[in-house]
């Protein structure tokens, strides 16, 4: 077991050109498992070659009642798939164990969200009277307006833009374009934005060049904007939990709580199925939930 997952580690390095950080959680599962089996087994694993289905069945339900979240258990699932994956191109095994087991269901827990009133205070955060802070009110309000991942925010080009129409052309997940409507409010941030910005030379004269750049005029990261969001918060004291993302969930929430229909949010955020967007009917059923559980006199 411990040569095959060197070898197999080793292939990860030089064939895949892996990142250090994926070969070390997969050194990690594999020692979990190789541990595991040592003891089922009285001190010596069997080669990996000889590992069954049911061996890896009893090696999940261990991980179960370890307490492991279902996430660490789906992840290390599929390092075992891979590393059997591995052995039928290496022909020390001829099926893949792994293949049968089935991720644990994973519990969806409930976005965050931000209230209205939460909203306006991150929106006006950015001060009006520089040119950064210009830029920063302009990326919240179309983040929040068009319901925008961070990574669709900073792809956008002036030519994704129809400022008389208040329309956002969006490139998403898979390669998916879509048109966003942006309010009244980011457009007007978006102009004043305009007219401050300065863009790197070499891009000025490209009519796909950026929306959103940074001080040099290039085009900003999302590692950059999660920075900016994260001052933001703390200046508005909202919660710590809140990320970019935030104000995605808090598009959608906010548009149900008003009476949307969910295929219409489906369609605004670009979700291939709706059952992705159902997650929001939960957070807006929660939300009436406590309204009603706060203001009727006979809900408790």
């Given at each position: 077991?411990?040569?095959?997952?060197?070898?197999?580690?080793?292939?990860?390095?030089?064939?895949?050109?892996?990142?250090?950080?994926?070969?070390?959680?997969?050194?990690?599962?594999?020692?979990?498992?190789?541990?595991?089996l040592?003891?089922?087994?009285?001190?010596?694993?069997?080669?990996?070659?000889?590992?069954?289905?049911?061996?890896?069945?009893?090696?999940?339900?261990?991980?179960?009642?370890?307490?492991?979240?279902?996430?660490?258990?789906?992840?290390?699932?599929?390092?075992?798939?891979?590393?059997?994956?591995?052995?039928?191109?290496?022909?020390?095994?001829?099926?893949?164990p792994?293949?049968?087991?089935?991720?644990?269901?994973?519990?969806?827990s409930?976005?965050?969200?931000?209230?209205?009133?939460?909203?306006?205070?991150?929106?006006?955060?950015?001060?009006?009277?520089?040119?950064?802070?210009?830029?920063?009110?302009?990326?919240?309000?179309?983040?929040?307006?068009?319901?925008?991942?961070?990574?669709e925010?900073?792809?956008?080009n002036?030519?994704?833009?129809?400022?008389?129409?208040?329309?956002?052309?969006?490139?998403?997940?898979?390669?998916?374009?879509?048109?966003?409507?942006i309010?009244?409010?980011?457009?007007?941030?978006?102009r004043?934005?305009?007219?401050?910005?300065?863009?790197?030379?070499?891009?000025?004269?490209?009519?796909?060049?950026?929306?959103?750049?940074?001080?040099?005029?290039?085009?900003?990261?999302?590692?950059s904007?999660?920075?900016?969001?994260d001052?933001?918060?703390?200046?508005?004291?909202?919660?710590?939990?809140?990320?970019?993302?935030?104000?995605?969930?808090s598009?959608?929430?906010?548009?149900?709580?008003?009476?949307?229909?969910?295929?219409?949010?489906?369609?605004?955020?670009?979700?291939?199925?709706?059952?992705?967007?159902?997650?929001?009917?939960?957070?807006?059923?929660?939300?009436?939930?406590?309204?009603?559980?706060?203001?009727?006199?006979?809900?408790?």
């Amino acid at each position: 077991m411990r040569n095959d997952a060197t070898r197999f580690l080793q292939y990860l390095r030089v064939e895949r050109n892996s990142s250090e950080y994926t070969i070390k959680s997969y050194r990690e599962d594999l020692a979990a498992l190789t541990g595991y089996l040592e003891q089922q087994y009285g001190g010596e694993a069997p080669t990996a070659g000889s590992i069954s289905t049911i061996d890896l069945r009893g090696y999940v339900s261990h991980l179960h009642e370890a307490g492991l979240a279902k996430a660490t258990i789906a992840r290390r699932l599929a390092s075992l798939r891979s590393f059997f994956k591995f052995g039928q191109r290496e022909g020390w095994t001829d099926t893949n164990p792994a293949k049968p087991l089935r991720n644990p269901r994973k519990s969806r827990s409930l976005p965050h969200f931000l209230t209205g009133d939460e909203i306006g205070k991150l929106l006006d955060a950015p001060p009006a009277d520089d040119v950064m802070g210009l830029r920063d009110r302009a990326m919240l309000e179309t983040l929040y307006s068009a319901g925008l991942r961070v990574s669709e925010l900073v792809g956008l080009n002036d030519s994704d833009l129809d400022m008389p129409q208040g329309i956002v052309r969006v490139r998403g997940k898979g390669k998916r374009e879509r048109f966003a409507p942006i309010g009244s409010f980011a457009a007007r941030a978006i102009r004043a934005w305009f007219k401050v910005r300065k863009v790197d030379r070499a891009l000025s004269e490209n009519p796909h060049r950026p929306v959103f750049v940074n001080k040099f005029g290039k085009r900003l990261t999302t590692r950059s904007i999660g920075r900016m969001l994260d001052k933001y918060i703390a200046q508005a004291g909202l919660d710590g939990r809140t990320s970019p993302h935030t104000l995605r969930h808090s598009f959608a929430t906010h548009l149900l709580d008003r009476g949307a229909d969910i295929r219409s949010v489906q369609e605004l955020l670009g979700h291939k199925s709706l059952l992705t967007t159902q997650i929001y009917t939960h957070v807006s059923t929660a939300n009436l939930k406590a309204v009603y559980e706060k203001a009727h006199p006979r809900a408790k």
